[in-house]
């Protein structure tokens, strides 16, 4: 049975689709090509064991096995179902300035569904939106069930501007060699874009559910990846396509989630309250 080394269970809108690209590029990691987000200790854990273990037929002897992804972060079964199949597996986390991480969600999720309405509509439609971002209890979770020893919480505005040093404490945290890095670019990945058509995009995505639904998760996802499909369907939405922010909202946002940096402070031993700028 082939199951992972190692999970970076998100939180979503954090940069693990980045880590991903970077991740599969040594050559001593192997990640699934075809597919980032597993999504088995949550969405496909009925699918059973072997259905996960498919998944890393291909890791050669002398790699380790991982599996990105940032949806396992907020289900509340996953830190146990972890713990029972694969206990001794290392934890990733990235975490990003709360307030932004949220506001970020809210584009992707514009940009996914053609929700139609402004940023403070979308906080009352989606209080888990929020919830995410208080990372804090999530956290504490999954370091009352795995050692400290197994978990590595890193930052994201860190990831995008030291790369290469982050990526060597993750080498030396999963325990490969620290010297290769892959080929660094400044194209952004996973950046904001917006539906050229939402009807069709909406139906394109209904069957796109009942593909996934069907066993066809694997076609699916190849079809979502194509830069083709891509391009027909997305196009480059820059931030004045965005509802901005208010400030009152940011200062709402940041009382939500003040306690919660404080406690995380705690929890990384460093004063995220400054290197965020929340103060």
């Known amino acids: ?10 939180p979503i809108k954090c940069g693990t689709t980045q880590l991903y690209e970077w991740l599969k590029q040594h050559p001593h990691i192997f990640l699934y090509e075809k597919m ?27 790699m380790i096995a991982g599996d990105i992804s940032p949806t396992y972060f907020h289900h509340k ?3 146990e179902r972890m ?36 940023f403070d509509r979308f906080l009352v439609d989606h209080p888990l939106a929020i919830e995410i971002s208080l990372y804090s209890k999530f956290i504490e979770k999954y370091l ?3 050692s400290a020893e197994q978990v590595y919480i890193c930052l994201f505005e860190e990831l995008v501007k030291e790369p290469r040093d ?15 890095f892959p080929q660094f670019s400044d194209k952004k990945v996973n950046e904001s874009k917006k539906p050229r058509s939402y009807e069709l995009f909406i139906k394109l995505r209904n069957v796109s559910h009942w593909m996934k639904e069907n066993n066809l998760s694997l076609l699916a996802n190849s079809l979502s990846k194509s830069k ?41 031993n460093r004063d ?3 290197y965020w700028q929340i103060r």
């Open 36 to 62: 980032k987000e597993l999504d088995f200790f949550n969405n496909n854990f009925a699918n059973g064991v072997g259905w996960y273990n498919d998944f890393f037929s291909d890791c050669r002897e002398g």
């Open 77 to 79: 079964e996953c830190p």
């Open 272 to 274: 995220l309250l400054d």
């Open 228 to 268: 083709l499909v891509k391009n027909a369907l997305l196009k480059k939405a820059g931030p004045e396509e965005f509802p901005v922010m208010s400030e009152a909202t940011w200062a709402g946002l940041v009382d939500t989630c003040l306690p919660d940096i404080e406690k995380m402070s705690g929890i990384m």
């Open 1 to 10: 049975m082939r199951l992972p080394d190692f999970i970076c269970p998100g």
């Open 144 to 146: 009352e069930l795995f």
């Open 83 to 118: 713990k029972k199949l694969v206990p001794d597996v290392k934890l990733i986390f990235i975490l990003r300035s709360p307030v932004v991480r949220i506001y970020s969600q809210y584009k992707h999720f514009v940009m996914f569904t053609g929700y139609r309405y402004d």
């Open 166 to 180: 982050i990526l060597a404490q993750i080498y030396a945290f999963l325990g490969v060699k620290e010297d290769i």
